[in-house]
Every structure is written in structure tokens, then in C-alpha cells.
């Protein structure tokens, strides 16, 4: 089945799409469009116009605490997403954390296979996600360059060979 946006998403993110670079779109514009209070009702319909813009129009929105959504410039868009680099972190340490409350020699080899994929892919991610593993990177990376650093490059700076 293929997804079709809602009549709400559609809306907001026809009034999205209108704006500027830095604007604001408040709230209150969004709510008197859709006819009802977007915070309230309509918010799976506001969080898919802004991925949808994102996605194709290469759109990004930010939130203004109580007031809307501001379209972001690229200095900004940098920016916010220091706060995703921390929700990995938070995230991969409370997984790990569950997995060390596990006694291993209950687990059959299935289960034991599992346990120690999930503990390397989120001790991988909680590595890299921390501030200092971001400074070092930095350290390497070229300006002049758009281009990421190669993963075999990265692990380098945290000992692999």
C-alpha cells in the first residue's frame, strides 16, 4: 500500500513550503489553516510535512519553542543536529546498559549471538557519538572538502589499523 499524506499534512506543508530562509512559521498560522490546534491534534500531520519538505525540496525546520517552526539556514542546520549526536549517545549507553544486566549463561547460542551483536553495534555507536570521539574528528577533517571522511580513515584515529 502506498503512503498518502493527510488532507492536514498536505496543508501545512503548502504553508511551509512559502517560507523563507530564518521565518517563522507560528503555530497559530498552521492551526488557523488546518481549522484546529496543531500541538493538540494534528501533530503526526506537522511532523510529516516537515520530513516531507526535508525530503524533497531539501527544506529544514527547527522549533521555536511555543511559538512555530523557523526554517533553518545552513549554519543552522549544522547546529541542530548536535542534539541527535546526543540522543545516540544517551541511547546506545542506556541499551548497553540493559545488556550488561543480562546473565550470559542463561542465553542460548541464538540468544548469545544477539547479545553480543547488539552489545558491539551500540558500544560502536556510543563510541563515536561522544564528544571526544567529535573532536577528534575534527582534527582531521579538511574544510576545503565537502566530502565525509572514509570510514577506514575514521577508524583509524581510534586505533584500528
Known amino acids: 500500500m502506498l503512503f498518502e499524506k493527510s488532507a492536514d499534512a498536505k496543508t501545512i506543508e503548502a504553508i511551509l513550503e512559502t517560507a523563507d530562509v530564518g521565518q517563522t512559521v507560528t503555530y497559530q498560522a498552521?492551526?488557523?489553516?488546518i481549522g484546529r490546534d496543531?500541538?493538540?491534534?494534528?501533530?503526526?500531520?506537522?511532523?510529516?510535512?516537515?520530513?516531507?519538505?526535508?525530503?524533497?525540496?531539501?527544506?529544514?525546520?527547527?522549533?521555536?519553542?511555543?511559538?512555530?517552526?523557523?526554517r533553518l539556514d545552513?549554519?543552522?542546520?549544522?547546529?541542530s543536529v548536535e542534539g541527535e549526536r546526543l540522543k545516540v549517545h544517551r541511547i546506545s549507553n542506556r541499551a548497553l546498559d540493559r545488556l550488561s544486566k543480562v546473565d550470559f549463561s542463561k542465553l542460548d547460542e541464538k540468544a548469545r549471538k544477539s547479545h553480543i551483536?547488539?552489545?558491539t553495534q551500540f558500544g560502536v555507536m556510543a563510541m563515536f557519538s561522544h564528544r571526544t570521539a567529535?573532536?577528534?574528528?575534527?582534527?582531521?577533517?579538511?574544510?576545503?572538502?565537502?566530502m565525509q571522511l572514509p570510514i577506514?580513515?575514521?577508524?583509524?584515529?581510534?586505533?584500528?589499523?
Open 30 to 33: 498552521i492551526s488557523t489553516a
Open 38 to 70: 496543531v500541538r493538540k491534534f494534528s501533530l503526526s500531520a506537522l511532523n510529516t510535512a516537515r520530513r516531507g519538505l526535508q525530503k524533497e525540496k531539501g527544506m529544514v525546520f527547527g522549533i521555536e519553542r511555543n511559538v512555530g517552526l523557523v
Open 74 to 79: 545552513d549554519a543552522k542546520i549544522v547546529d
Open 117 to 119: 551483536t547488539a552489545s
Open 134 to 146: 567529535s573532536k577528534k574528528i575534527e582534527g582531521k577533517v579538511n574544510t576545503q572538502s565537502s
Open 152 to 161: 577506514g580513515e575514521t577508524l583509524k584515529l581510534f586505533g584500528a589499523s
